[in-house]
T-cell receptor
Framework: KQEVTQIPAALSVPEGENLVLNCSFTDSAIYNLQWFRQDPGKGLTSLLL?????REQTSGRLNASLDKSSGRSTLYIAASQPGDSATYLC??????????????FGKGTHLIIQP | NAGVTQTPKFQVLKTGQSMTLQCAQD?????MSWYRQDPGMGLRLIHYSVGAGITDQGEVPNGYNVSRSTTEDFPLRLLSAAPSQTSVYFC?????????????FGNGTRLTVT
C-alpha cells in the first residue's frame, strides 16, 4: 500500500527566507505528484502537478521537483511571505492495474512565516 | 464559474440518522471524488467517479453510498450515521483523467455525529 510521508510536520521561519518542504512515497509506480495548499477552514488549492516523466515544475516563487526512482519530492518556496502561511500537502496518484486510482495524501507540513 | 460547491457547510446528526452531502461543479469535469479529512489521518478517498453513470470505491467506502446521474453532481449519502463518521468531507473534481489534471476542491462539509 502506498504511503506518503511529509517532513517536517511543522515549520516556522522568518519572512524572506527560502525554504524546502519534503515529501516521500513508498511505491514509485505513480502517474503524478501534486502539491496542495490548505488554509484553515478551507479546501485544498492545487499548486503544482508533476507528471511521472517530469523532473520539476515551477510557478512563481514555487518550484517542485520529483525523483521518482528514490520516491522523493521537494517543494521549494523562495523569498517567503506571511501570506504563504498554510498547510502544504503532497499527494500521489498511482497505477492500480485498472487505471489511475485516487490520490494518496501525506499528512501535511504546517508552515508559519513570521512577519 | 463557481467551481466546486459543497452543501451544507456544517451538519450535526444523531447516530442512526441519514443524510446526503451535496457536491456540484460547473466546470464540466469528468472526474469527481469524495475525501474525508481526520486529524492525524490525512485525507482518505471514500468514492470516486470517472464519468456519469460510473462510480467506484476508494480506501474507506463503508457506510457511504454515491451515484453520478449527471456530470455536474456527485452526492454522498450516509445511510446510518455513526460517531466514527465525524469528519470534514471534501469533494473534488478534475478535467478529464485525474492522472493528468490538477484536482479542484470544494470548501468542505464539517459533519458531527453525536
Amino acid at each position: 500500500k502506498q504511503e506518503v510521508t511529509q517532513i517536517p510536520a511543522a515549520l516556522s521561519v522568518p519572512e524572506g527566507e527560502n525554504l524546502v518542504l519534503n515529501c516521500s512515497f513508498t511505491d514509485s509506480a505513480i502517474y503524478n505528484l501534486q502539491w496542495f495548499r490548505q488554509d484553515p477552514g478551507k479546501g485544498l488549492t492545487s499548486l503544482l502537478l508533476i507528471q511521472s516523466s517530469q523532473r520539476e515544475q515551477t510557478s512563481g516563487r514555487l518550484n517542485a521537483s520529483l525523483d521518482k526512482s528514490s520516491g522523493r519530492s521537494t517543494l521549494y518556496i523562495a523569498a517567503s511571505q506571511p501570506g504563504d502561511s498554510a498547510t502544504y500537502l503532497c499527494a500521489v496518484i498511482e497505477y492500480s492495474g485498472g487505471g489511475a486510482d485516487g490520490l494518496t495524501f501525506g499528512k501535511g507540513t504546517h508552515l508559519i512565516i513570521q512577519p | 464559474n463557481a467551481g466546486v460547491t459543497q452543501t451544507p457547510k456544517f451538519q450535526v446528526l444523531k447516530t442512526g440518522q441519514s443524510m446526503t452531502l451535496q457536491c456540484a461543479q460547473d466546470m464540466n469535469h469528468e472526474y469527481m471524488s469524495w475525501y474525508r479529512q481526520d486529524p492525524g489521518m490525512g485525507l482518505r478517498l471514500i468514492h470516486y467517479s470517472v464519468g456519469a453513470g460510473i462510480t467506484d470505491q476508494g480506501e474507506v467506502p463503508n457506510g457511504y453510498n454515491v451515484s453520478r446521474s449527471t456530470t455536474e453532481d456527485f452526492p454522498l449519502r450516509l445511510l446510518s450515521a455513526a460517531p466514527s463518521q465525524t469528519s470534514v468531507y471534501f469533494c473534488a473534481s478534475s478535467y478529464g483523467s485525474h492522472a493528468n489534471s490538477p484536482l479542484h476542491f470544494g470548501n468542505g462539509t464539517r459533519l458531527t455525529v453525536t
